[in-house]
Nanobody, 125 residues
Framework: QVHLVESGGGLVQAGGSLRLSCVLS????????MCWFRQAPGKEREFVST????????YYSDLVRGRFTTSRDIPKKTMYLQMNSLKPEDTAVYYC??????????????????WGQGTQVTVSS
């Protein structure tokens, strides 16, 4: 059984920062690729960033590259998303996802098996 729990969302002014966390509960942590997605009202869920099972490879959406940084702490079984220079258009529910694979970093929702419940991020102008 695999569970993902996000935290760290909230309300912030444009230009501010937030750090999201996602804790994975599973028999092993290191063999899961993990990803952040987000979904704004009335829009489809979109890719934000992904990180390989060992933390060695990361990819970002063009919309967040240079502002967001994803990382993972394997002993703590936690993935992070540091979000800087936030914009109102970053407002969305942010979801973390995981899949038991070691050597690929997929960027589409249907490729992920496990999902967290989501955390709301609201950026005011």
């Amino acid at each position: 059984q695999v569970h993902l729990v996000e935290s760290g969302g909230g309300l912030v002014q444009a230009g501010g920062s937030l750090r999201l966390s996602c804790v994975l509960s599973a028999h092993t942590f290191g063999q899961y690729v993990m990803c952040w997605f987000r979904q704004a009202p009335g829009k489809e869920r979109e890719f934000v960033s992904t990180i390989s099972w060992n933390g060695g490879t990361t990819y970002y959406s063009d919309l967040v590259r240079g502002r967001f940084t994803t990382s993972r702490d394997i002993p703590k079984k936690t993935m992070y998303l540091q979000m800087n220079s936030l914009k109102p258009e970053d407002t969305a529910v942010y979801y973390c996802a995981a899949d038991p694979r070691a050597w690929t970093t997929p960027q589409t929702p249907h490729e992920y098996t496990y999902w967290g419940q989501g955390t709301q991020v609201t950026v005011s102008s």
